[in-house]
């Protein structure tokens, strides 16, 4: 869950840097800021920065999923495994 909310938390931070470094250059050149535009914009450049800056929050939560995953499938094989004993005929029985 750590993993998470950090990733989750430097992503916004970087969305909303990259919006007020858009909307601040749009708005020292032109009067006027298409709010669109500059959330396009936004999201575009912090999809590329988060691809080369969050690299390793991205692969630590990453990892985190897939201990969290193989946790899962381990303890659901065990349970199936479990019933499949149990569903078996017992040779005790006549």
Do not use: C, H
């Not at 990259?18 to 912090?46: K, Q, R, T, Y």
């Not at 692969?59 to 019933?83: C, I, L, Q």
């Amino acid at each position: 869950m750590k993993e998470f909310l950090v990733y989750t938390g430097l992503r916004l931070a970087l969305f909303l840097g990259s919006f007020a470094l858009v909307f601040g250059i749009w708005f020292a050149v032109s009067d006027e800021v298409p709010i669109v535009w500059a959330v396009v914009m936004a999201f575009i450049i912090s999809g590329v920065g988060s691809y080369f800056l969050l690299s390793v929050p991205r692969e630590a939560f990453a990892r985190r999923v897939e201990t969290r995953a193989n946790v899962a499938s381990a303890r659901f094989e065990e349970m199936r495994t479990k019933e499949d004993a149990d569903d078996l005929p017992s040779s005790d029985q006549p």
